[in-house]
């Protein structure tokens, strides 16, 4: 009988990944006490992103919290639904150069997600728990990655701090060549 091999057990990597995102698709109908137990992990993920990107571009943070709290929100029809915060930072300078980079700072999961995949096998043995390990640790970072509308509001709120980060990134973009040459 054949071993399995570095490919199967991705393979097996890639069905966890289906299961957690089907879970993570089917996880409201099993009440609020799994559906918040199922998003702590990326919930801590993404708020500590909130709160490191504040701390670094000097949005001073005061506040910071994964301890679920009710919410309330009247729709249209006049009906009341109720749903729940699963974190939050609270920062004290929203101002033009923190708002910006703190709303979208879940985002910056991603390349340390790619980072982890790229780089796991340097640190754990290629074998199947840690292959597993790796998949699951992957799908978390992403799943914090996910900015709310709570984020983007936060985000845009600034529109001077929506300038100054535009005209970097153009003028990253205009001189590109020129960067990758100085940085290789």
């Known amino acids: 009988m054949n071993q399995l ?6 393979f097996a990597g890639l069905i966890l990944v289906i299961v957690l995102a089907a879970v993570h698709g089917r996880i409201g109908t099993a009440g609020p006490f799994w559906q918040i137990l199922y998003a702590l992990p990326a919930t ?17 943070p005061t506040g910071f919290s994964i301890i ?13 639904r109720r749903g729940w915060v ?7 300078n929203a ?7 703190t709303g979208l700072a879940p985002l910056l999961l991603i390349p340390v997600a790619w980072f982890l995949y790229h780089h796991w096998f340097a640190w754990f043995p290629a074998d199947l728990y840690h292959t597993l390990c ?6 978390l970072f992403v799943a914090g990655a996910v900015p709310s509308t709570q984020d983007l509001l936060v985000a845009f709120s600034n529109l001077t701090g929506v300038a100054i980060y535009g005209t970097l990134m153009a003028l990253c973009w205009v001189w590109r060549v ?6 290789s």
């Open 5 to 10: 091999s570095g490919a199967d057990w991705h």
């Open 44 to 60: 801590l993920l993404h708020e500590l992103s909130h709160l490191v990107v504040a701390f670094v571009t000097g949005g001073r």
């Open 68 to 80: 679920p709290t009710p919410r309330f929100a009247t729709l249209a029809d006049g009906t009341v």
């Open 86 to 92: 699963l974190g939050s930072v609270t920062i004290r």
């Open 95 to 101: 101002g033009p150069l923190a708002s910006l980079p």
């Open 134 to 139: 790796l998949h699951l640790t992957v799908y």
């Open 178 to 183: 020129e960067l990758v040459s100085l940085f």
